[in-house]
């Protein structure tokens, strides 16, 4: 699977954006679709993903609340929708693709073997 995400930019606190994912070269069956961030020092972390097909959602405690994943099957794109951000979700997003992802695992950077590029997210105070 290629993934090709877009959508950041430089934002101030309280600000929204959308981010998008387009995936190609999917092949059937159950896909976990999910975003990660990672800053500067950090490890990359779970932000949500979604089941695709299906439509089950899981977010981290951090984002709960301000960010919707959701996905279009039709248009192979996975999309997250941020809203009220903070400086503290300043960071570089991925989007990742996960074949038969086992649930337990849909948190986890190493479940998924497809990753796009990356887009730059800031958010000024």
């Known amino acids: 699977v290629q993934l090709q995400a877009s959508g950041g930019g430089l934002v101030q606190a309280g600000d929204s954006l959308r981010l998008s994912c387009a995936a190609s070269g999917r092949t059937s069956g159950r896909y976990g679709m999910g975003w990660f961030r990672q800053s500067p020092g950090k490890e990359r972390e779970f932000v949500a993903a979604?089941?695709?097909?299906?439509?089950?959602?899981y977010y981290a405690d951090s984002v709960k609340g301000r960010f919707t994943i959701s996905g279009d099957n039709a248009k192979n794109t996975v999309a997250l929708q941020m809203n009220s951000l903070k400086p503290e979700d300043t960071a570089v997003y991925y989007c990742?693709?996960?074949?038969?992802?086992?649930?337990?695992?849909?948190?986890?950077?190493?479940?998924?073997?497809?990753w796009g590029q990356g887009t730059q997210v800031t958010v000024s105070s």
């Open positions: 979604t089941i695709w097909p299906g439509g089950s959602k």
């Open positions: 990742a693709a996960a074949p038969r992802v086992i649930l337990s695992s849909i948190r986890v950077p190493s479940a998924y073997d497809s």
